[in-house]
């Protein structure tokens, strides 16, 4: 059973980079057809889908954050990471890291709160 | 981007009833790749339907996903207490990948 744990600083200042890592067991981040993704959800609000990084390496992004994203995998560790530039109040969520494959993202982590605030 | 409309935001009903949620895309939803999520406070998202119609792994036979197209309808035949919680549908036939707003099925 493949599980996924988030992890991150919890609070960051407003034009910081947040860093959030997700640690994967049951299954390697360099091996099947898997994309693992990054989803955050805004306090009161719906889910976003922030992208995707495939096992390959390759990688999508939403075009509403493309210019402030990056997704990275260290498969030393078996994690996958999201990098968030420059952030505002309005990146302040709960964020998710989730694997799919051939089909919508199956396995999610529980999700970390990142807030943003001096 | 495709835009998922879900409805209604909220839904109130008793605990045996029937539950109809709709969601609608602003365009055709490639291959019917339309998904369905239960998401509970405090929890990790859990999928109950992709391919519009197809139950994930140990999902029970009163969850029923439909449609095609720009219109899908998630069923939940007799609400059991565990279902109370908020459903999204999500498109990944076309990217970026999208959710709906959600609705929350509540208790009446």
């Known amino acids: 059973q493949v599980q996924l744990q988030e992890s991150g600083p919890g609070l960051v200042k407003p034009s910081e980079t947040l860093s959030l890592t997700c640690s994967v067991s049951?299954?390697?981040?360099?091996?099947?057809?898997?994309?693992w993704s990054w989803i955050r959800q805004p306090p009161g609000k719906g889910l976003e889908w922030i992208g995707y990084?495939?096992?390959?390496?390759?990688?999508y992004y939403n075009p509403s954050l493309r210019s402030r994203v990056t997704i990275s995998v260290d498969t030393a560790k078996n994690q996958f990471s999201l990098q968030l530039t420059s952030v505002t109040a309005a990146d302040t969520a709960v964020y998710f890291c989730a694997r799919g494959g051939g089909g919508p993202p199956h396995y999610w982590g529980q999700g970390t709160l990142l807030t943003v605030s001096s | 981007e495709i835009v998922l409309t879900q409805s209604p935001g909220t839904l109130s009903l008793s605990p045996g009833e029937r539950a109809t949620l709709s969601c609608r895309a602003s365009?055709?939803?490639?291959?019917?790749?339309l998904a369905w999520y239960q998401h509970r406070p405090g929890q990790a998202p859990r999928l109950l339907i992709y391919g519009a119609s197809s139950r994930a792994t140990g999902i029970p036979d009163r969850f029923t996903g439909s449609g095609s197209g720009t219109d899908f309808t998630l069923t939940i035949s007799r609400l059991e207490p565990e279902d109370f919680a908020v459903y999204y549908c999500h498109q990944y036939g076309t990217l970026p990948w999208t959710f709906g707003q959600g609705t929350k099925v509540e208790i009446k």
């Open positions: 365009q055709s939803v490639t291959s019917s790749y």
């Open positions: 049951g299954g390697s981040v360099s091996s099947g057809n898997y994309y």
């Open positions: 990084l495939y096992y390959s390496g390759s990688t």
